[in-house]
Structure formats: structure tokens, C-alpha cells
T-cell receptor
Framework: DTGVSQDPRHKITKRGQNVTFRCDPISEHNRLYWYRQTLGQGPEFLTYFQNEAQLEKSRLLSDRFSAERPKGSFSTLEIQRTEQGDSAMYLC?????????????FGEGSRLTVL | AQSVSQHNHHVILSEAASLELGCNYSYGGTVNLFWYVQYPGQHLQLLLKYFSGDPLVKGIKGFEAEFIKSKFSFNLRKPSVQWSDTAEYFCAVNSGTASKLTFGTGTRLQVTL
């Protein structure tokens, strides 16, 4: 399967711990997005990269959240000092910028449960 | 800022019934519009999209959507639903120059036999 892959699929952690999620986009895609989805809501934009540059961050992305895409390929999303309110599904998506159509290809997500 | 409203949160239909899910967006400029579907246990996938041209667009599995600019709407339709259409449906929009998609809250469709 050459789609977007995310790891781990499910993470359970205690409040105050740090967690890191990894996303591997479709290989020829230069844009990579992170979204967060909570129960009963649609995906909410967090941040996106074009190649290795982080071009936009949502105000939802507090200073406890950091994302990187060091070589313009895979990306990591780290949450420091997790809180129960961070419990959600974290979605990664990728696309190519040709024609800027905006069609995103999503991974299956990483579900975070903070106890 | 752009936003998307999906007024139907949970819809239950019998197989073969017709479907229409509402989607309204707020943005005054050029938009690209999308419907995504998430089947149980699967990732979000594109159902159909509108960029320009014919406002009636057809997608996979017999779905279609109509862009009505004057109403800021992009409703999803299917003449006859199947049990396998049970899923969550999300409407999304981006502006002609914006790089991110803004999603609605989703509509959960349950099709009964």
C-alpha cells in the first residue's frame, strides 16, 4: 500500500507525559498536513508543511505542540505535557501542489488517549 | 475565515431511499468544494469535488453534488442508498488561494436493511 501511513495507530498515556506521532506521506507529495478530530466533530486543521517548511499553524496548536518535517519526507507531531483535552484522533494528510486543488489524501490516524 | 455547516448530524434511511445531505459554507470568494466519506474503521477518502465548470458533479458509488453559488451550498445526493453507504460524510471547502481544507462537523448516515 503506498498511501499515507501513521504510527502508532493508538497511544495511551498518562497526563503529563510526552508523545510523538509519525506520518509518512505518499512519496511524491510535497505538502503534508496535520489535523485533529474529536468525537462528533470534523477534522480541525493544525499545521501544514510544504517540503520541509512549516507554512501555517493554527491557533489550536499551543506551545506544547510541535511538528517537524526535517527532510521534506516524513513528519513528526510531538505533544509535551499531555492533558486530557489532548485526547483525539490525529490525522495526517498529504497532497501535491500542482493546480492547488486542495484534494488531500488521509492516513488512518493516530488515536491518543490521555488518562 | 471560511466555515462549513452541515445541518444533518445523524440520518437514518432504509435501503433504496433517496439521500440528500446539506452543506453550506461561508466564504465570499472563489471556492473549491469537497465531500469526503469515512467508512467504519477506515480513513477519510474523497467522494467528489468541485473546482469549476458544471455545478453538478458526479463522484464515486453513484453520489453527486450540486454547487449553488447563490445559496453557498453544496448538497450531496444519491437516488438510492445501499447498506454499504453507512458511513460518516464530511463536507469541506478551501478558497482559491488557501492551502488548507476546512471541514464541517460531519453527518453520520445509517442505512438499514
Amino acid at each position: 500500500d503506498t498511501g499515507v501511513s501513521q504510527d502508532p495507530r493508538h497511544k495511551i498515556t498518562k497526563r503529563g507525559q510526552n508523545v510523538t506521532f509519525r506520518c509518512d506521506p505518499i512519496s511524491e507529495h510535497n505538502r503534508l498536513y496535520w489535523y485533529r478530530q474529536t468525537l462528533g466533530q470534523g477534522p480541525e486543521f493544525l499545521t501544514y508543511f510544504q517540503n520541509e517548511a512549516q507554512l501555517e499553524k493554527s491557533r489550536l496548536l499551543s506551545d506544547r505542540f510541535s511538528a517537524e518535517r526535517p527532510k521534506g519526507s516524513f513528519s513528526t507531531l510531538e505533544i509535551q505535557r499531555t492533558e486530557q483535552g489532548d485526547s483525539a484522533m490525529y490525522l495526517c494528510a498529504s497532497t501535491r501542489t500542482v493546480a492547488n486543488t486542495g484534494e488531500l489524501f488521509f492516513g488512518e490516524g493516530s488515536r491518543l488517549t490521555v488518562l | 475565515a471560511q466555515s462549513v455547516s452541515q445541518h444533518n448530524h445523524h440520518v437514518i434511511l432504509s435501503e433504496a431511499a433517496s439521500l440528500e445531505l446539506g452543506c453550506n459554507y461561508s466564504y465570499g470568494g472563489t471556492v473549491n468544494l469537497f465531500w469526503y466519506v469515512q467508512y467504519p474503521g477506515q480513513h477519510l477518502q474523497l467522494l467528489l469535488k468541485y473546482f469549476s465548470g458544471d455545478p453538478l458533479v458526479k463522484g464515486i458509488k453513484g453520489f453527486e453534488a450540486e454547487f449553488i453559488k447563490s445559496k453557498f451550498s453544496f448538497n450531496l445526493r444519491k437516488p438510492s442508498v445501499q447498506w454499504s453507504d453507512t458511513a460518516e460524510y464530511f463536507c469541506a471547502v478551501n478558497s482559491g488561494t488557501a492551502s488548507k481544507l476546512t471541514f464541517g462537523t460531519g453527518t453520520r448516515l445509517q442505512v438499514t436493511l
